[in-house]
């Protein structure tokens, strides 16, 4: 038995779904359903039993979870003991997503190293909301930057609302701020199909009864600026963005009405070096913008 079954354990426990679980820990489903069959023969009981679409913790269970809890617990108190102290040398790692390392390098890392120099910091560059996530899970990183929402296994403290844009090629006969109406058979480069990035542009969609045209479906970031530049299609993304957009020759346009989403720093649950804790204290009097 490790800590990832353990965790496992507990998101099936706290969810009642595999699926709400398996949501809470992005990983697939039937590779949670899979550990969980995997664990119940190790240890030679059952832990959940179906209930309609959902699970039950059977009485063996219950007692397995609560130790679980417990030993995650433990767990976090050991690795509060090796929290590092404010000496020369020592290194804090935050994660971010592209979209938003432009604040957190332009103004919260310069606030933060001007009070504490003999700090080093380290960026750790994500793909996404999912890698940074991971990287604080897996303890690649101290603190994330991401918007919301996370699993719950992590704590977070909102910063700000940041404003959602249209970036789109030159030349385009588009109003600013264009009505969300006349997203509707716009081509438009999006998230792939399915992925949790992607559920959240459809739910906006669907919130404002607009059908634009997916052009690309990619999760890779690297490929949605180039294919705005080239003309094939439009992008929904951050206001952190714009100044890169800019600098590419892109038009950067509002939305009406605002669309925002909340950002946040992120963390385990543990207590946090002295150092993370200040940059959390910096950043909260503030915002990545």
Not at 66 to 94: F, P, Q
Not at 143 to 160: F, K, N, Q, W, Y
């Amino acid at each position: 038995m490790n800590l990832q079954q353990l965790r496992y354990v507990v998101a099936t426990a706290e969810h009642r779904t595999m699926t709400d679980a398996a949501r809470s820990l992005y990983i697939a489903q039937p590779a949670l359903s899979r550990a969980i069959r995997d664990l119940e023969r190790e240890l030679g009981m059952t832990l959940f039993a179906r209930s309609g679409r959902g699970v039950v913790v059977t009485a063996q269970g219950r007692r397995v979870v609560k130790l679980a809890r417990e030993a995650l617990d433990a767990v976090r108190e050991i690795e509060a003991l090796a929290t590092h102290s404010h000496t020369t040398g020592a290194e804090l790692r935050i994660a971010s997503t592209p979209s938003l390392e432009p604040g957190l390098a332009g103004r919260l890392l310069p606030a933060y190293v001007a009070e504490h120099p003999g700090i080093r910091v380290q960026i750790v560059r994500c793909d996404g909301r999912e890698s940074v996530v991971s990287a604080v899970r897996e303890q690649r990183a101290d603190l994330g930057l991401t918007d919301l929402p996370v699993p719950t296994d992590l704590i977070s403290h909102p910063l700000e609302r940041q404003e959602i844009v249209l970036i789109s090629p030159p030349g385009l006969d588009l109003p600013d701020p264009i009505p969300m109406n006349r997203l509707n058979g716009m081509r438009l480069v999006l998230p792939s199909p399915g992925s949790p990035r992607r559920k959240e542009f459809d739910q906006i969609f669907a919130t404002y009864g607009v059908r634009p045209i997916p052009a690309i479906e990619s999760d890779e970031r690297a490929r949605w600026l180039p294919a705005v530049r080239d003309g094939k299609a439009s992008l929904l993304w951050y206001r952190g963005m714009a100044e890169q957009a800019t600098r590419a020759g892109l038009v950067v346009r509002s939305l009406d009405p605002s669309v925002r989403k909340i950002i946040a720093i992120v963390h385990a649950r543990k207590r946090l070096p002295a150092m993370a804790q200040d940059f959390l204290t910096l950043a909260e009097g503030g915002s990545a913008a």
